[in-house]
């Protein structure tokens, strides 16, 4: 079956760049679209965005500025950059599968997902 | 921006029925899904689409929608049901929606 797992560093600084990498294991990332979600401490679900194994991005507006995105079907992985961080960025991030229809979208499975903390 | 409201918390005796509800307009155009999370772990798909269990979803979960309106029903809430639950949609651009969670406890 299709596994994820999350990698990168667990601590960033003020103002720095958020770097992770989601390894799909099980499938071949050539194909669905690919999303980072995260969660603040205490607080919900966020969207990030989607890439799609052509590279094709869909970012939440909220941090359309600030994010990106990237896809290596060589190493069936795909990542995600932030950059200027602050402590609102500290979170658990996941990454998931998203699957999209014309109505409605999902996402499954989801990647155990890796605490970042945003601290000097 | 399109929003997604649901109730921060919802109980349920052990063997009884439960619906949690997720609002918004976006429900209007587009059916919601859900995840549950339990504490520690990552988020699992319960319900997608009109009313579709992913494999090894047990079948007293259930989906249903009504104009603006999304429920997922839980029949005969078992203990390892508690659970944090999740509903999100999309908008027309291709935006994800998650609503802020419901905790549930079962009694």
């Known amino acids: 079956q299709v596994q994820l797992q999350e990698s990168g560093p667990g601590l960033v600084k003020p103002s720095e760049t958020l770097s992770l990498t989601c390894t799909v294991s099980g499938d071949s990332i050539s194909s669905f679209y690919w999303s980072w979600i995260r969660q603040p401490p205490g607080k919900g679900l966020e969207w990030i965005g989607y890439i799609y194994y052509t590279g094709s991005t869909n970012y939440n507006p909220s941090l359309k500025s600030r994010v990106a995105m990237s896809v290596d079907t060589s190493k069936n992985q795909f990542s995600l950059r932030v950059n200027s961080v602050t402590a609102a960025d500290t979170a658990v991030y996941y990454c998931?599968?998203?699957?999209?229809?014309?109505?409605?979208?999902?996402?499954?499975?989801w990647g155990q997902g890796t605490l970042v903390t945003v601290s000097s | 921006s399109s929003e997604l409201t649901q109730d921060p918390g919802v109980s349920v005796a052990l063997g009884q029925t439960v619906r949690i509800t997720c609002r918004g307009d976006t429900l209007r155009s587009y059916y919601a899904s859900w995840c549950q999370r339990k504490s520690g772990q990552a988020p699992v798909l319960v319900i997608y689409?009109?009313?579709n269990r992913p494999s090894g979803i047990p079948d007293r979960f259930s989906g249903s929608s009504s104009r603006d309106t999304a429920s997922l029903t839980i029949t005969g809430a078992q203990a390892e049901d508690e659970a944090d639950y999740y509903c999100n949609s999309r908008d027309s651009s291709g935006n994800v929606i998650f609503g802020g969670g419901t905790k549930l406890t079962v009694l």
């Open positions: 998931a599968r998203h699957h999209i229809s014309p109505a409605g979208c999902w996402f499954d499975p």
């Open positions: 689409g009109k009313n």
